[in-house]
């Protein structure tokens, strides 16, 4: 049962356009409503299992949806250099500008194939999938835009694994898109809530 009745509205959204009403209208009060409220702080252990694993600092990275931009501080946190924020929405995008933690910030639903101008050596999703979408399905877009040698690492809310699936339908991927899971760890996720998250790393 989720306590905050704000965040099962976010967990019942079933399209990407109730995704981009709830951002556009989320986007002032995101940060004091998560970080208060629901004690969110995935973006932290997520971060670092991400700092242990790159360890080039001025790897181009690409934050997929970077929303306000706690994970672009995170990362920075880490030593990063080199981020490139992408966001299903405008607001969150503007809020995540007046951090000053990304090298470019641009618009990109992760539901369709991303055009890139150049692919990234990594890329961090955090908070982005769980409930969906975006689903399992699409994860091969992210991995498609990474170099060859490059890592995705990704954060799954735990509620949402096993509510919605993920384990059978990450599978499904696996298996269609041929991605390579690295690794799945656990980690402390939304701490108010009782949810912990799931983080893969994927390899190009
Ligand atoms: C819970 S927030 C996480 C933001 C940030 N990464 C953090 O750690 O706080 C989820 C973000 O994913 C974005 N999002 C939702 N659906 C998306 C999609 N289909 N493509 C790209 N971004 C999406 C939302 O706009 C929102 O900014």
Partial sequence: MVKSSKLKSVYDKST???QRKIYKNWAETYDAETLGEFGWMGFKPAA???????????????DAGCGTGL????????????????????????QAKKTGVYN????????????????????????????????????????????????????????????TNWPEELEKAVQQDALKVEETLDIEYLENEDIKGKLLIFRA
């Fill in 104 to 163: 470019s910030l641009s618009e990109m639903d992760l539901t369709n194939p991303i055009l890139v101008e150049e692919p990234y050596d990594a890329i961090f999703s955090c908070g982005v999938f769980g409930f969906g979408p975006p689903y399992p399905k699409h994860l091969h877009y992210l991995i498609d835009i990474l170099n060859p040698k490059g890592h995705a690492v990704i954060t799954v809310n735990g509620k949402g694994w096993v509510e």
């Fill in 16 to 18: 990407v356009e109730d």
């Fill in 48 to 62: 670092k299992e991400f700092a242990k694993r790159i360890l080039d600092k001025d790897a181009r990275i690409l």
């Fill in 71 to 94: 994970s672009g501080i995170a990362l920075t946190e880490q030593g990063f250099t080199n981020i490139h924020g992408k966001d299903l929405s405008p607001e969150m995008l503007a």
